[in-house]
């Protein structure tokens, strides 16, 4: 059972325009959630995280937005740059808990000059 | 954050034999933990690694298959034991600092013919 759904496996996106990746999930107890970036042959490098107290959260071209009643979240990337092709990964966690994490598959990003 | 690093970055062994993983972080830190990511995958949670205890192994892992070393709270080994070709995948370690964020090494990838 697949708890951390990112159902896109690919995006495409013309530069300057908006990136708009969707993550979904059905276990109702995680509190907290993060959203990485992976290069091929690098690890996930961390972009922003979001807690279930909060709706929104902005950092420079990233956002992320909650909505708790869907279980649904989603990261947005404007403007898109050519750097930031990538594959985006969301993941889901529990505060005060094992600090797991539940990873989604990832969506591939490519943004074209 | 932290800076964590991983020995070796690839490597092409053989059915039957063992390879041991290597990861090392700038900082002391509590947790540590090894995920897998196969091909076309999500990252998978292998085990926890907690300094001065037993490692905690998720649903589908055991120690005998991936023996686990934490020594001190800067590093720890993963052994991937009497591979197959199923256990071809990207081997990464983690780290979770007190903003209940993980941050990744940059992996090693393994090979099985």
Not at chain 1, 35 to 64: H, M
Not at chain 1, 70 to 91: E, M, N, R, T, W
């Amino acid at each position: 059972d697949q708890q951390v759904k990112q159902n896109s496996p690919s995006l495409s996106v013309q530069e300057g325009r908006i990136s708009i990746l969707n993550c979904d999930y059905t276990n109702s107890m995680f509190d907290y959630f993060l959203w990485y970036k992976k290069y091929p042959a690098e690890g996930p490098t961390f972009l922003i995280s979001i807690s279930s107290i909060k709706d929104k959260n902005e950092d420079g071209r990233f956002t992320v937005f909650l909505n708790k009643s869907a279980k649904h979240l989603s990261l947005h990337i404007v403007p898109s740059q050519p750097g930031d092709s990538a594959v985006y990964f969301c993941a889901a966690g529990l505060q005060g808990g094992s600090e797991k994490l539940v990873f989604g598959k990832g969506t591939k990003l490519t943004v074209n000059p | 954050s932290a800076v964590i690093s991983q020995k070796p970055s690839r490597d092409i062994c053989q059915r039957g034999t063992s390879l041991t993983i290597q990861c090392q972080v700038d900082s002391q830190v509590t947790m540590m933990f090894w995920y897998r990511q196969q091909p076309g995958q999500s990252l998978t949670l292998i085990a926890t690694a907690n300094q001065g205890s037993e490692a905690t192994y998720e649903s589908g892992f055991v120690i005998d298959k991936f023996p686990i070393s934490r020594p001190n709270l800067t590093f720890s080994t993963l052994t991937v034991s009497n591979m197959s070709p199923e256990d071809s995948s990207i081997y990464l370690c983690s780290v979770d600092t007190y903003r209940e964020t993980q941050y990744f090494g940059p992996g090693t990838r393994l090979l099985v013919l």
